[in-house]
């Protein structure tokens, strides 16, 4: 299984990304998706995650309100839709991917199966 994201790049405070995860080989219809980041010098956070049927969303404290995630399980696609951004959302986004597909609260991130390599997002004040 891979995952590939993309869709990152350097935008002003205030603006809008809309991240892209692909998903290639395995059973993406049966995968709970997430987005995890990590910035420099700072640890590992969540930052939303999908159950496999779309019913089941979480999202991490500093994200709710401005953050949205989807997925399109006939484009084996997961999305995050950043709006607002913040230079403080400044970070590598990464994909995960679980095989479990069923969530039932915030995860860890040692619940996913698979990371994709990341995409950088700054956010530029």
């Known amino acids: 299984v891979q995952l590939q994201a993309s869709g990152g790049g350097l935008v002003q405070v205030g603006a809008s990304l809309r991240l892209s995860c692909v998903v290639g080989?395995?059973?993406?219809?049966?995968?709970?998706m997430g987005w995890f980041r990590q910035a420099p010098g700072k640890e590992r956070e969540f930052v939303a995650t999908?159950?496999?049927?779309?019913?089941?969303?979480y999202y991490g404290d500093s994200v709710k309100g401005r953050f949205t995630i989807s997925r399109d399980n006939a484009k084996k696609t997961a999305y995050l839709q950043m709006n607002t951004l913040k230079p403080e959302d400044t970070a590598t986004y990464y994909c995960?991917?679980?095989?479990?597909?069923?969530?039932?609260?915030?995860?860890?991130?040692?619940?996913?199966?698979?990371w994709g390599q990341g995409t950088e997002v700054t956010v530029s004040s």
């Open positions: 995960v991917a679980d095989t479990y597909g069923v969530l039932d609260g915030i995860p860890d991130p040692s619940d996913y199966d698979y």
């Open positions: 080989g395995g059973l993406f219809s049966n995968y709970a």
């Open positions: 999908i159950d496999w049927s779309g019913g089941r969303i």
